[in-house]
Structures are given as C-alpha cells and as structure tokens.
Nanobody, 118 residues
Framework: QVQLVESGGGLVQAGGSLRLSCAAS????????MAWYRQAPGKQRELVAV???????NYADSVKGRFTISRDNAKTTVYLQMNSLKPEDTAVYYC????????????WGQGTQVTVSS
C-alpha cells in the first residue's frame, strides 16, 4: 500500500554530517505529514523532526540548529540533513508518514543506523 525506503545512514565521526533520505511510494494522499524519529539503545523512540506539506517544521530541542528537515512534496521524499553530529545522536533513525488527526494511515520505514564516533 505505502512503502518508505530510507537511505543515507552510516558511520561518521563527531562533527561530521550525514543526509538521510526517505522516499514514499504507493497510495499516498497529497496532504500528509512526514517525520523522522530515532531510537537509541535502551531508550524510547523520540520525534526528531516533522514536516508538513505546507512547509511547517518542528524539531526536538536536542537537534535544533544542527538538523534540517525538508521535503519534495511532488516526489513524496523527505530528507534530514544532520550537521555537527554528536555521539549522542547515535540511533536507528526511522521515517514516518501519517495523516495527523485524520488517522488515514501510519507508515514506517525499516530504520537506518546512524553511528557517530567520538
């Protein structure tokens, strides 16, 4: 029905950068929300950044000023540019597509590992 394909994870040294991508395909309504979550070992999954079709974005306090979420609405792709990476950013990062309060669907990518070495 809906598939999310992620790429861009990997190993990077502290202070470096990575750019994650998530391409959504399938039966997708034009108005949707896409977001990035992450989950570190032993911790709950947390919202990192969210992007609305209209351009509104929000970020977790821990990544403000370092991460940027953007999307290509025509191609239904969301990106997460991660700069000034810290070891505490190490986590599995998940792409999410949903429709907010309408609850028409809630889809997740498989997750991509980001490891930041000190």
């Amino acid at each position: 029905q809906v598939q999310l394909v992620e790429s861009g994870g990997g190993l990077v040294q502290a202070g470096g950068s990575l750019r994650l991508s998530c391409a959504a395909s399938g039966s997708i309504f034009s108005i949707n929300i896409m977001a990035w979550y992450r989950q570190a070992p032993g911790k709950q999954r947390e919202l990192v950044a969210v992007s609305l079709v209209g351009g509104s974005t929000n970020y977790a306090d821990s990544v403000k000023g370092r991460f940027t979420i953007s999307r290509d609405n025509a191609k239904t792709t969301v990106y997460l540019q991660m700069n000034s990476l810290k070891p505490e950013d190490t986590a599995v990062y998940y792409c999410n597509l949903n429709y907010g309060s309408s609850k028409l669907g809630d889809y997740w990518g498989q997750g991509t590992q980001v490891t930041v070495s000190s």
